[in-house]
């Protein structure tokens, strides 16, 4: 049995996919998930570069733990247009114990091989990741 924390191995696509997101912004939002079977992170949802931050919260399953990249566009105080990535790891207080554990303990390894996220945003709750929060982080 391989060891959750060095034996969590990620499928090629969720790079591609992170690349293809913050080279050509053909998403707006990627979800992965971490299946226990197999034991690697693979792509869940993506999302479509005309869909809104509140398409990405809705996509997030309520009772599971899930990683996700969001591109989030704003304007800055200068009325610069920017964008920043941010990565979140959403681990609602409903879900398995071995979930969160299995998620926590995988986080690290993960993100390292998305190579470009600006931001990071822990949640167990909605209220813990509204656009306000967002926003604030952003700038």
């Known amino acids: 049995m391989a060891n959750s924390s060095s034996g969590m191995y990620v499928n090629d696509d969720c790079k591609l996919k992170f690349l293809e997101l913050k080279a050509k912004r053909n998403y707006r939002f990627i979800v992965y998930k971490i299946d226990e079977q197999t034991q690697q992170v693979i792509v869940d949802k993506l999302g479509g570069p005309q869909e809104t931050y509140e398409d990405f919260t809705n996509s997030l399953p ?51 091989q998305l190579d470009g996220i600006q931001a ?7 209220s813990e990741m509204t656009l306000d929060i967002i926003k604030a982080r952003a700038l």
């Not at 247009?81 to 690290?108: E, T």
């Not at 990071?120 to 909605?126: F, I, M, N, S, V």
């Open 62 to 112: 309520e009772h599971e733990c899930r990683y996700a990249v969001f591109d989030y566009d704003f304007t800055t105080d200068e009325n610069c247009q920017k964008s920043k990535i941010f990565f979140f790891a959403w681990s609602p207080d409903g879900s398995r114990v071995r979930s969160k554990m299995l998620y926590a303990s995988s986080k690290d390894k993960f993100k390292r």
């Open 120 to 126: 990071e945003l822990q949640a167990t709750d909605p």
